[in-house]
């Protein structure tokens, strides 16, 4: 066929065959994004001074009851804290943890982990860090029950106790949750430091000994042997005989250096080193360590590592240095102790400890039976303790319940008393458990209440504390909230759903949401959820929730999902028959393929696509947006030459 019987080419014929439309999800968002904080969250304002000696340059770590990070910050120049973190009831207990920083009296960083706990939700709270609250953790840890509230206060209260190193003062208020100024600086540093040389001592005497030990080995050693009161090597799951009986010889000599004044940390007298650390961390006139006395728990540290030591030793030295220590007495001051100390008291007690940490497994068992028996000058009486936070509101109509926690050491048997108790409640002698149920005139604040406890001899005294009897709350009736949300909306589309809400009070509704998509807002004053997805918002939006609240109670409605689809894609197949002839009536020898157009203007083509394959007689024409279409076809011979357009078919792809 030559170049003018081409250009005669018959004009194709096409038809639409079908239409079909196809739609679906092209990839999207995941629907994490959240807009509004569940109600109960607030404020908690933490703060504390952090120490073994002060430690300045802290990492602090926040953690709520799962393990969660809330915040992390680092301890000031001043060796403390101030930091405001929101969060939930829920997540409490909360842990704060503090690593690395420098240690102002050994000018390295600290031997072991540091931590506390704070027991219950507060507005504002105290939370000092030091190795007592830290031995406290571990401890309240290894209580049947674990970290409840009970259990973090008594354990507070073991450890004051049985590890008291010069705590006078912070016994009762407790060294957790006092805030530390002038009037007790020096205590805390100095019962801290000898704490923490325990920890060190042990440490060091067993790794020497050829038992590698840490000092986080150490501390939770102790802190699980003291379950059972005592630090025996019987305690809890990570009690170790040995080092029980190491820091009971230990205990003794660090007792008897704080009560003389002459601590020796690392080796050196830290007396200086610790003086100046007070000075850094305070204000103008801080405690002084020569102001510091001895306590009658210091004496019963020395008394029992003393005894342990003579008798599993038989070394008349110890045994004449116990008499000496049998002759202290609660109240002395360090010049005076000096005095009446041998000059070998170290030495001997650190050849003891040095002994023990190396000797057989009978000599350890000698040590910790001694201890097990317990004071061997009983014409001393230790003082008990109290602790306990007790609750500062109740209803009226409602019932106040609070039992505190109380330790004596001797074991004595313990009565309890109050004063300023309103008269709606009662205490129990036996127990110090309070109780009672106020009435409507009994709504008001009840200030000045205190509790004591005493042991025949001696006494403490908890509080004072307030309690608050607040009227019995009107009824209120919660609000309801209903609607069925629109679960499908297209890319371009306007999305808007209002729920339906009331409130049987008349109460001012608020609303919030969870799980709000990102291409989507939120009226609170309306509930209402509106928007338009674009194309990279293609995906299912789960989980939504909407709660309507009157400020006392609230509703939710939901979960419920939006699924943003992707704009319907139609397609088109088009059939024809193959032409046969040339325009001029001859024969059609050289076909070579076809061509479509099609576009949306009529007479405009702007798409087209080339069919190389005179045999084939139907196309798909797929990937088409909705709109009305305008289909025309040519055919081509072996030389390229294109036939005039076909007549137009016409389809409206919905």
């Known amino acids: 066929m030559d170049g003018t019987q081409a250009i005669g080419l018959k004009k194709l014929c096409i038809g639409v065959a079908t239409a079909t439309i196809v739609s679906g999800c092209l990839g999207g968002g995941d629907g994490d994004e959240s807009v509004s904080a569940m109600p109960d969250y607030a404020d908690v304002r933490l703060s504390g001074s952090v120490g073994d000696g002060p430690i300045v340059g802290a990492t602090l770590t926040v953690l709520a009851e799962d393990g969660a990070v809330l915040a992390s910050f680092e301890s000031s120049d001043f060796a403390g804290y101030d930091v405001t973190v929101r969060t939930r009831p829920r997540n409490f207990p909360l842990t704060i943890e503090a690593r690395g920083g420098t240690d102002l009296v050994t000018d390295a960083a600290p031997d072991f982990f540091l931590e506390t706990v704070v027991a ?93 030990v840490t000092g986080d080995d150490v501390l939770q050693a102790i802190g699980s042997d003291l379950t059972d009161e005592v630090l025996d090597g019987q305690g809890g799951p990570r009690a170790d005989a040995r080092i029980a009986a190491v820091a009971s010889v230990a205990s003794a000599q660090i007792a008897l250096e704080t009560m003389a004044n002459e601590l020796h940390v690392n080796g050196v007298d830290g007396t200086p080193a610790m003086a100046a650390a007070i000075r850094q961390v305070s204000g103008a006139s801080p405690q002084s360590l020569d102001e510091l006395t001895s306590t009658v728990q210091m004496l019963y540290q020395a008394r029992i590592g003393l005894a342990a030591a003579a008798s599993a030793s038989g070394d008349a030295g110890l045994e004449a240095l116990l008499d ?33 940490a190396g000797g057989g497994d009978s000599l350890v068992q000698d040590v910790n039976a001694v201890v097990r028996v317990g004071d061997p000058d009983p014409g001393i009486n230790q ?200 325009e001029d009536g001859t024969v059609l020898t050289d076909l070579a393929g076809y061509r479509i157009y099609w576009g949306t203007t009529p007479g405009q083509y702007p798409n087209s696509v080339t069919i190389d394959n005179p045999g084939v007689t139907t196309y798909v024409i797929d990937n088409l947006g909705p709109g009305t279409y305008q289909f025309v076809a040519t055919s081509i011979n072996s030389a390229g030459i294109e036939s005039d357009y076909s007549n137009p078919a016409t389809k409206t792809v919905p």
């Open 120 to 212: 219950r939700p507060s507005k504002r709270k105290v939370a000092n860090i030091n190795p007592y609250t830290t031995i406290a953790a571990e401890l309240a840890r290894n209580l049947p029950g674990g970290m409840s509230r009970s259990n973090i206060e008594k354990a507070e209260s073991i450890v004051v106790t049985r590890l008291n190193f010069g705590l006078n003062s912070l016994v009762d208020t407790g060294p957790t949750s006092t805030e530390i100024n002038d009037g007790n600086v020096a205590e805390i540093v100095s019962a801290s430091e000898a704490l923490g040389e325990l920890i060190r001592r042990t440490r060091d005497a067993m790794s020497a000994a050829g038992t590698p």
């Open 324 to 356: 000496t220590a049998l002759s202290l007495r609660p109240g002395q001051d360090a010049s005076l102790v000096r005095s009446l100390l041998p000059g070998s008291y170290r030495s001997a007690l650190g050849a003891s400890v040095t002994a023990v």
């Open 383 to 582: 003082p008990p303790t109290i602790n306990g936070s007790p609750e500062a509101t109740v209803r009226a109509n409602g019932t106040y319940y609070f039992l505190p926690t109380a330790f004596d050491p001797d074991g004595d048997t313990l009565s309890f008393s109050a004063n300023g108790l309103p008269g709606w409640a009662s205490i129990d002698a036996a127990s110090g458990e309070i109780s009672g149920t106020p009435g409507e005139a009994e709504v008001g604040d009840y200030t000045g209440i205190t509790i004591t406890v005493s042991d025949g001899v001696a006494s403490a005294t908890l509080g004072p504390f307030a309690i608050a009897v607040t009227p019995t709350p009107v009824i209120n009736s919660p609000p309801g909230i209903g609607g069925t949300p629109a679960d499908t909306v297209t890319v371009g589309s306007d999305y808007s759903f209002t729920p339906s809400a009331s409130d049987a009070d008349g109460d001012t509704l608020t609303f919030s949401v969870e799980n709000l998509p990102s291409w989507a807002s939120f009226d609170a004053s309306t509930g209402r959820v509106s928007g338009t997805p674009g194309d990279a918002d293609v995906g299912a939006y789960n989980g939504i929730r909407i709660t309507v609240s009157d400020g006392t109670d609230s509703a939710v409605l939901g979960p419920f999902s939006i699924s943003v689809e992707a704009v319907g894609l139609g397609s088109v197949t088009l059939n024809w028959a193959p032409p046969t002839q040339n």
